[in-house]
């Protein structure tokens, strides 16, 4: 195993993969070192070469996690997350869409969602989100983690979860609807 | 009877994926009922799939 060609290969790819959960670059970068470190340590002879990047960004989701864990747990107040109620603006007082903001059908093709330029406004769309629903969006939907292991990692509720969660998936629909569907609500 | 809001919100925060049967039954009703609740259940499907791929695009190796 050529272990500089694998560092060179993985490691801007695990440092903006580290970017999006750790807002500090300097955490980022020392979660990437630890994995590189591990990778030292690794007995190569037990992966496969299909089995590399898992293997890799399974280490990177623990340093993430720990860092999420001990120094960003209790950086931010949940009860702060929705100072803006996207609720307010998309729906009206009976619980029905807004008056010009009813969703409509996403009609592109598939293989337009896999381009260069798609995945462009998708980290735009993603870095735009607030930080606490992104931190808990990012965690269940990049670093896969359960509900219950981002609660007792953010120090969470199940409640504060779900508005997270929901506050995300609305939001990043509405920035993809405007940037790259270009649908106008009907 | 689910009103939007309600069936939006338990569609993101991912409550009716682990939703009891009654639960699901009036989420279905509101969806058939409600063209928008529709076409925003779809375009949550896409997303979540161009979520997927974005996550694959994150963590391909740099070209040698």
Known sequence: MDLEQLAHDFRVPMLRFAQLHLPRREDAEDAVQDVLAAMLATDWKSIADTSIKTYLFGILRHKITDRLRYKYRRELS??????????????NARGRWADGLAPQHWDTPEEQLST????????LCVNNLPPKPARVFSMKTFLECEAGEICEVLGLTQADYWQCMSRARKQLQLCLNERWFGGRPS | MMKCKEYIFRLTSGQLENAGAM???????????????????????????????YRDHLQAPSDK
Do not use: G, I
């Open chain 1, 78 to 91: 949940y009860s702060e997350v929705f100072e803006d109620d996207l609720d307010d603006t998309l729906f």
């Open chain 2, 23 to 53: 639960e699901r039954f009036w989420a279905t009703q509101h969806r058939l009922m409600c063209r928008s609740c529709r076409a925003f259940s779809a375009n949550d499907e896409r997303l979540s799939k161009a979520l997927a791929a």
């Open chain 1, 116 to 123: 260069e330029q798609f995945f462009a406004v998708v980290d």
